[in-house]
């Protein structure tokens, strides 16, 4: 099972350079997240949607948009890279009833900004 | 809004022998999940127990258990016969029980285990 899958597993971008970080589940999950993880500290919500066409901040919204048009994906925009966004993306899903008892996590983007 | 802390920012066990990691957690919900994740080197996020708050049995998972004090708002875990695998970030979670089904995740605690 493919479960969450993040792409790209590694990139370096410079300062005011724009990227799209992707996330595509295939588990049905109507809950999806972005998360981020700064070294050695936990991780802070970024946005995260409850289904098709509905996104909501999190705790570090700045700087990142999102879109949810399917079920499946959900990918975050880093508009103008700034080296504070430099850290370790998570995108994650939930489902509900039952299977959103669980969260499932991608592999994790690093990302570093120069 | 609810939060998540973690006290210990690191903490060392002897292979073999057993140690507790502690969580509290505030919040004003009474039906609420909670969680303990490991996250090794790789960065990969790890389930290891889950406990519903509707449940007072604390949840176990082979040599892991939890201690869920509701009224207290603590849930620690207890890692018995420490493995040097063991050694990872772990991270206590809340998920809300209302239609957001946001996770919170506390500052993890950093588990060394020693040979």
């Known amino acids: 099972n493919a479960g969450v899958t993040q792409t790209p597993k590694f990139r370096i971008l410079k300062i005011g350079q724009s990227m799209t970080l992707q996330c595509t589940q295939d588990m049905n999950h109507n809950y999806m997240y972005w998360y981020r993880q700064d070294p050695g500290m936990g991780l802070k919500l970024i946005y995260y949607?409850?289904?098709?066409?509905?996104?909501d901040k999190g705790e570090v919204p700045n700087g990142y948009n999102v879109s949810r048009s399917t079920t499946e994906d959900f990918p975050l925009r880093l508009e103008l890279a700034a080296p504070s966004q430099t850290s370790v993306y998570f995108c994650?899903?939930?489902?509900?009833?039952?299977?959103?008892?669980?969260?499932?996590f991608g592999e994790g983007s690093w990302l570093t900004v120069v | 809004a609810q939060t998540v802390t973690q006290s210990q920012p690191e903490m060392s066990v002897q292979e073999a022998e057993t140690v507790t990691l502690s969580c509290t957690y505030d919040t004003s919900e009474s039906d609420y999940y909670l969680f303990w994740y490991k996250q090794p080197p790789s960065r990969q996020m790890i389930l290891v127990i889950r406990?519903?708050?509707?449940?007072?049995q604390n949840a176990t998972e082979n040599r892991f258990s939890v201690n869920f004090q509701k009224a207290a708002k603590s849930f620690s875990l207890k890692i018995s016969d420490s493995q040097l695998g063991d050694a990872a970030m772990y991270f206590c979670?809340?998920?809300?029980?209302?239609?957001?089904?946001?996770?919170?995740f506390g500052t993890g605690t950093r588990l060394k285990v020693l040979a």
């Open positions: 949607s409850v289904g098709a066409g509905i996104t």
């Open positions: 994650a899903s939930s489902g509900t009833g039952n299977t959103g008892n669980t969260i499932y």
């Open positions: 406990q519903e708050a509707y449940k007072q």
């Open positions: 979670a809340y998920r809300t029980s209302s239609g957001t089904y946001k996770y919170i």
